[in-house]
């Protein structure tokens, strides 16, 4: 006798999709702070291009599976938040990026690669944490959120170090108006993996 997740199947094909859209996100910050580490070299978007274009592949892959599937492994409302909170981590990525390939000229003397690093090791740990959605092992998932907490909090306090740049008076009102856009860009992208994480650890306090 066959059970209905038999004949319906079982949603798994949601981890996948998920997992594919996480690891999309974490590319685009290892190319955000690959360019970075490089000011000097004329920067390549392409990257930042395939990676939200594999994200939004991911993205509507996940919506119309929610529409064809029967059966989904976690609450339907939980992979639709976790998909958007992924989606918005490359969006906001390349929006730094191509405003950086724009304005680089401007920011001589600024150097936004040790952010970026942070950004890449949140991404790096949503990854985890989206791949552990398959065990739903409690204590996993809280390590990683915590990990997640500490990188956001070490990245705050890095973001504050850069506004010191901005009232330090060696820089104009364009350049101050423009430092202050990249930094909230990028506390942005920062505060997006920590969102997407905070879905995800919560998925696995309801299920675990």
């Not at 094909?13 to 997992?19: E, K």
């Not at 992208?189 to 905070?198: K, L, S």
């Amino acid at each position: 006798m066959f059970s209905l997740q038999t004949i319906f199947g079982q949603g798994k094909q949601f981890y996948s999709l998920l997992n594919d859209a996480a690891v999309a996100a974490h590319d685009s910050t290892v190319a955000l702070h690959d360019m970075l580490k490089s000011p000097e070299r004329t920067p390549a978007l392409e990257a930042f291009k395939l990676a939200r274009q594999r994200e939004r592949v991911a993205s509507d892959k996940i919506s119309q599976a929610l529409v064809d599937s029967f059966i989904t492994p976690i609450e339907r409302e939980d992979i639709e938040s976790l998909a958007s909170a992924l989606y918005k981590i490359p969006k906001q990525v390349e929006r730094f990026a191509d405003r950086y390939a724009l304005a680089r000229h401007r920011l001589d003397g600024i150097d936004f690669a040790p952010r970026a690093a942070m950004l890449e090791q949140a991404a790096q740990v949503v990854v985890k944490m989206v791949a552990e959605l398959t065990q739903l092992r409690l204590e996993p998932m809280k390590q990683l959120n915590d990990r997640l907490r500490v990188i956001e909090a070490e990245a705050d306090r890095l973001i504050l170090e850069l506004h010191r740049d901005i009232y330090s008076g060696r820089l104009d009102a364009a350049e101050m108006f423009l430092l202050k856009e990249f930094f909230e860009i990028l506390e942005k992208a920062i505060d997006r993996c920590r969102e997407a994480g905070v879905v995800a650890y919560s998925i696995a306090l309801k299920n675990s």
